[in-house]
């Protein structure tokens, strides 16, 4: 299985901060790579999707980049909303694997 | 938008069998659409479990092969999830969701049903 390790995980951010963090992958995936944000007691909600491409609603602020096996997600001008944790996946092999999410969380 | 809306049994016993239903609503089962079920645990995250396609083809994840069997029903608009001989270790939210293979990955998800293994 390719195994997803994102970094770090947990982060404290201010309101209007930008955060960036880190997935990387134990094998080429290409771009074949989501990134989800989860909060609690909720599905997770697809943000990316090929790595830098977003899901239809999801606004700007949010921004994928990477290919092979080293990957970003970055949030611009962080808001209230924003604070929840993110997942990492990849979908270039069977089975299909997550990273272990990155709480962000109001500093 | 395609809805998605998983139910079943919330307890099971050890030894049992888990069964799940995905209702599907707002759309239909199409092309390069493959009808998947995600579960999660504070022990092991988010963990695919496997995926079907409209022709009832099926992938499923090598850890749970030996137990999951994942099925389609079109004329209902609805897949199913049994994994049978459960543990502990299967209690988790189990989600269903639908993941478009021309590349949009993972667009629609159901909110979730919590199933707890435990006599």
């Known amino acids: 299985d390719i195994q997803m390790t994102q970094s770090p995980s947990s982060l404290s951010a201010s309101v209007g901060d930008r955060v960036t963090i880190t997935c990387r992958a134990s094998?080429?995936?290409?771009?074949?790579l989501a990134w989800f944000q989860q909060k609690p007691g909720k599905a997770p909600k697809s943000l990316i999707y090929a790595a830098s491409t977003l899901q239809s609603g999801v606004p700007s602020k949010f921004s994928g980049s990477g290919s092979g096996t080293d990957f970003t997600l970055t949030i611009n001008t962080l808001q209230p909303e924003d604070f929840a944790t993110y997942y990492c996946?990849?979908?270039?092999?069977?089975?299909?694997?997550f990273g272990q999410g990155t709480k962000l969380e109001i500093k | 938008q395609v809805q998605l809306q998983e139910s079943g049994p919330g307890l099971v016993r050890p030894s049992g069998t888990l069964s799940l239903t995905c209702a599907v609503s707002?759309?239909?089962?199409?092309?390069?659409?493959?009808w998947t079920w995600v579960r999660q645990s504070p022990e092991k995250g988010l963990e695919w479990i496997g995926e079907?396609?409209?022709?009832?083809?099926?992938n499923y994840n090598p850890s749970l092969k030996s137990r999951v069997t994942i099925s389609i029903d079109k004329s209902r608009i609805q897949f199913s999830l049994r994994v049978s001989s459960v543990t502990a270790a299967d209690t988790a939210v189990y989600y269903c969701?639908?993941?478009?293979?021309?590349?949009?990955?993972?667009?629609?998800w159901g909110q979730g049903t919590l199933v707890t293994v435990s006599s």
């Open positions: 969701a639908r993941f478009d293979s021309t590349g949009v990955g993972f667009d629609s």
């Open positions: 996946q990849q979908y270039n092999n069977y089975p299909y694997t």
């Open positions: 079907i396609y409209e022709s009832g083809t099926t």
């Open positions: 094998q080429d995936i290409s771009n074949y």
């Open positions: 707002g759309g239909s089962f199409g092309r390069s659409k493959w």
